[in-house]
């Protein structure tokens, strides 16, 4: 056997470095998703952050924070509450409204019809937004990106 032919051989048998191969065409695969990984959960623990804030404001309107049906007290109660989670006060809503048999009324202070179902409602939202830190990953191009998330949670006062 010439020593070329005898090199070629020797290289066909010898698998030193096929770890290492298989490793460079896998690692780009696992780095996009553990990225991916990251950023949704990141994500996601925003989204459950701000839902979390949205029904601790309900739930101080319907665990006694809140003894009266006007509606004032219902929004700023539930606003200072919503506002300490918020990223900002402005990004909290409160709207508050009367049903009166299952019809929504625009005056949540009013009265229904004498054997109507009376029912007040009270309901925040707050909206906030996650900056991905792979934002290519969510189709993204710009760098500075947000993604909206909001949280909301509705109760009944009475």
Do not use: H
């Not at 096929?18 to 896998?26: P, Q």
């Not at 553990?34 to 839902?51: E, F, N, P, Y």
């Not at 700023?76 to 990223?87: G, L, Y």
């Not at 191009?141 to 947000?146: D, G, K, M, P, R």
């Amino acid at each position: 056997m010439s020593p070329l032919g005898y090199l070629v051989a020797r290289l066909r048998r010898d698998d030193r470095g096929a770890s290492l191969v298989e490793l460079a065409m896998i690692a780009p695969v696992l780095l996009v998703t553990v990225a991916g990984s990251i950023d949704c959960a990141r994500l996601l623990s925003t989204k459950v952050r701000l839902q979390q804030a949205a029904e601790r404001a309900v739930e101080m309107a319907s665990a006694g924070g809140i003894r009266t049906s006007q509606s004032g007290s219902v929004q700023t109660a539930m606003q200072t509450e919503a506002s300490a989670a918020a990223p900002s006060s402005s990004q909290v809503s409160v709207s508050t409204w009367l049903e009166c048999n299952g019809t929504k009324q625009a005056d949540f202070d009013g009265d229904c019809n004498t054997g109507d179902q009376v029912a007040r409602f009270a309901s925040v939202s707050i909206a906030g937004s996650y900056t991905p830190s792979f934002p290519w990953l969510f189709g993204r191009t710009a760098t500075n990106s947000a993604i909206a998330v909001s949280g909301s949670a509705s109760v009944r006062v009475q």
